[in-house]
Every structure is written in structure tokens, then in C-alpha cells.
């Protein structure tokens, strides 16, 4: 038997939204076994972020639990998306420059102006498809599963990161989560999570041809070299098994899966971020 259809003996979430005679949002989902409709102010599940205070964050009007397409995105979901994607861009325009304490302000204005453009753009076309689509993984998965899932940006971790980024140069950021309300398994619950990690693995390999062929590309080189490192990298982070990050969720539903993939993700930094590794590529 699909243990969707299963009694929910294994519940990891709860669902906030109410039990109704009302369909769930997308007809192709598979049966959680609960009507959800949308009745008033919720508090919906949200990833916890290291610069927010808690592990919820309550919406009013609360989400709507919609009844359109499979791929429906909401106007606030498209709207903190856009944010998220251009604060961590910035970020990382500011990173690249070496941020306050590396000179960024030694240059001239119009320098200063060019170098962030320039470094803004090549952090969204590099770094930009590793964060969007690893967010959209764990959504379309926990969809299917069906769950209410929309990203939700985390203006207090954005602001922290882009203000890291600028005074010293790194970069680190909560730009947000892709929030889930619904019941699921814990078997579920570690395929959504395991959704984004495995999005990197892919773009990662998607890149690996080109990583491999062009080496005296010029800027085509580097957008390369940095698609393969954060793609890499960001796995890898997401692996952890600690707090609200993936691996955690991973390794609470298989151990062996999540060791699999955090030794994966390990290899593709040494394979990606060294010289030695990258020899073994033919680099």
C-alpha cells in the first residue's frame, strides 16, 4: 500500500487549516487523508531563522488555501521571491567587492556603481538558479504530497545578511523558507526536505560539461566556476543535521540516505573548490 494512503500514525506537522468538505488545492496531490480549507488567521509553519525570534511567523489575512493549478504561485510568494533572489544577489555583489573592510569604499563612485552592477548580476545568473530552484523543490514536492507550501521571505535575515556581506565581506543568509501546512509522514517529510538538496546535485551536473570543456572563456568561465561552487556548496550547507536545516529532517527519516548525500555533497566541493579535485575532472 502507498504509505500516503496510510493511517497518519508518524505525524510530523500539523496542519493549520481546518477540516471542511472542501477539495484540497490541486486535484493531481496525493491524499493526506484531510480536507483543508481556510476559516481565519492562522500560524503557519515557517523555518526557523537565525535572525527572527521564533519558528512561526503568523500572516493576516493568513494564506489563502488556493484552488487553482498544481503550479500556482501567489502574488506574495512571486513578490518575496523577487525580494530574496535581489537581497542575495546584492549580498553577494558585496561579498565579491570584499565588503567595507576589504576597500569597497576606496574606489571611485562610478567604480563603486559599475563593480556592484556587475557583481550583482553575475551573483543572480551564477548563485540566483541554486537558491530559486532548491526553494522550489521542496515547494512542488510538498505539493504533491498535498500540502499548502509557498515561499515566504525573511526580511530580518535578509536585511543581517546584505549588512554582513557589506561591512566584512561574507555572506551569510536566511533570505527565507517555503512554508508547509499539512500532515505528512515522517518518510514525507524527509522527501521534501531531501527535494532541495537533490535540485543542487542536479544543476550541479548540469553544469559539469561546461565545467569541464570551457576553461579560457573569460567571464563565461567564472559564471561556471561559480554555478558548480554554489550549487556545491549550498547542498552541502543544507545537509547539516542541525536545526531546521535539511539534513536534519533527512537524517530523522534514513540515516543511510543522509549520509549518501552529505558524502556527495562533500565530494563535489573537493571536486569543485581544489585544485586536486578538479584535475581528477580533467580541469
Known amino acids: 500500500m502507498d504509505d500516503s494512503r496510510k493511517p497518519r500514525k508518524d505525524l510530523v506537522e500539523d496542519d493549520p487549516f481546518a477540516r471542511s468538505v472542501r477539495p484540497i488545492s490541486h486535484s493531481r496531490a496525493r491524499d493526506d487523508g484531510n480536507w483543508r480549507a481556510q476559516t481565519g488567521p492562522r500560524v503557519v509553519q515557517v523555518q526557523f531563522s537565525p535572525f527572527s525570534r521564533g519558528f512561526t511567523q503568523a500572516y493576516r489575512p493568513a494564506p489563502t488555501l488556493h484552488t487553482g493549478s498544481f503550479w500556482h504561485f501567489s502574488k506574495t510568494e512571486i513578490k518575496d521571491l523577487a525580494i530574496s533572489l535581489a537581497a542575495f544577489s546584492l549580498g553577494l555583489s558585496f561579498m565579491f567587492q570584499g565588503g567595507i573592510l576589504g576597500g569597497i569604499f576606496t574606489q571611485s563612485l562610478s567604480a563603486l556603481l559599475g563593480y556592484t552592477i556587475l557583481y550583482f548580476l553575475l551573483g543572480l545568473v551564477a548563485f540566483g538558479p541554486a537558491f530559486i530552484i ?40 536566511a533570505p527565507g523558507a517555503v512554508m508547509v501546512a499539512g500532515n505528512v509522514n515522517r518518510r514525507q517529510n ?91 575532472l580533467g580541469v
Request: charged share 10%; proline share 5%.
Open 134 to 173: 532548491h526553494e522550489l523543490a521542496h515547494k512542488f514536492v510538498a505539493r504533491h504530497y498535498g500540502c499548502w507550501a509557498e515561499f515566504r521571505a525573511d526580511p530580518a535575515g535578509l536585511r543581517t545578511g546584505v549588512l554582513i556581506a557589506l561591512i566584512i565581506g561574507f555572506l551569510f543568509m
Open 190 to 280: 524527509g522527501m521534501i526536505a531531501l527535494a532541495g538538496p537533490a535540485s543542487n546535485l542536479i544543476l550541479w551536473g548540469v553544469g559539469l560539461p561546461a565545467f569541464i570543456l570551457l576553461q579560457d572563456a573569460g567571464i563565461l568561465t567564472e559564471i561556471i566556476f561559480l554555478w558548480m561552487a554554489a550549487n556545491s556548496i549550498l547542498g552541502a550547507f543544507n545537509m547539516l543535521p542541525f536545526g531546521p536545516l535539511d539534513g536534519k529532517k533527512i537524517k530523522n527519516w534514513s540515516e543511510p540516505v543522509f549520509w549518501t548525500f552529505l558524502s556527495i555533497f562533500l565530494g563535489l566541493i573537493y571536486l569543485t573548490m581544489f585544485s586536486s579535485g578538479q584535475a581528477l
